[in-house]
């Protein structure tokens, strides 16, 4: 493992690396994984090192974004990037995001797993109270992980996104503190 900052199962997170950059862009610029995220246009190299620089400036602020690489334990690939956004330490709130760039690596777990460690560092490092996220109603894997890590559904925003020709719903979960206490204790942990 390099520089790992939340250790999983199969997987670790660790700080996103300028080395980063051009796996990131090729994820970013795919259709496929770009399909359930909120970002439309192509993205260049600029663009994208300009991102990673402005992270490793926020590092420091307790108030920004956490972004980190999703990493497979064997063979230490670098398989796509979670974090928590928007962080409010008055509310104790944050907005999770993930992305699993790599295809092959699609529905084994990994973006369960990384969700769970995530969520895991806000409730009992951070201290929030509540991490929510949006999801498209067509991006059945991540709602299927979602569930999983204990999210529930708190809303829709009614054909909110244009993709593949038509508009899909967003749907708005959330989890508190008090919901993923509860399933660490019925899990034993």
């Not at 300028?18 to 600029?46: A, G, S």
């Not at 991006?139 to 996104?161: C, D, H, P, T, W």
């Not at 959330?174 to 993923?180: A, V």
């Amino acid at each position: 493992m390099i520089n790992p900052f939340l250790i999983g199962g199969q997987i670790y997170l660790r700080p996103l690396e300028m080395d980063d950059l051009e796996r990131c862009q090729r994820w970013i610029n795919d259709p496929q994984v770009r399909l359930f995220l909120d970002i439309t246009r192509p993205l260049n190299r600029i663009v994208e090192k300009e991102f990673l620089e402005k992270l490793s400036r926020a590092a420091g602020d307790p108030a920004g974004d956490i972004i980190t690489a999703i990493v497979l334990k064997d063979g230490d690939r670098h398989i796509g990037n979670a974090g928590l956004h928007r962080l409010n330490l008055i509310d104790r709130h944050a907005e999770f995001g993930i992305l699993i760039g790599e295809r092959e690596c699609w529905q084994k777990g990994y973006g369960t797993e990384a969700t769970n460690l995530l969520c895991a560092y806000g409730f009992d490092t951070l201290n929030l109270h509540r991490i929510c996220l949006r999801v498209h109603s067509n991006n059945l894997r991540g709602l299927s992980a979602y569930e999983k890590a204990g999210f529930k559904q708190e809303g829709i925003m009614r054909q909110a996104v244009f993709r593949q020709d038509r508009y899909h719903d967003v749907i708005l979960m959330g989890l508190l503190r008090e919901d993923y206490l509860d399933s660490r204790e019925r899990a034993g942990r």
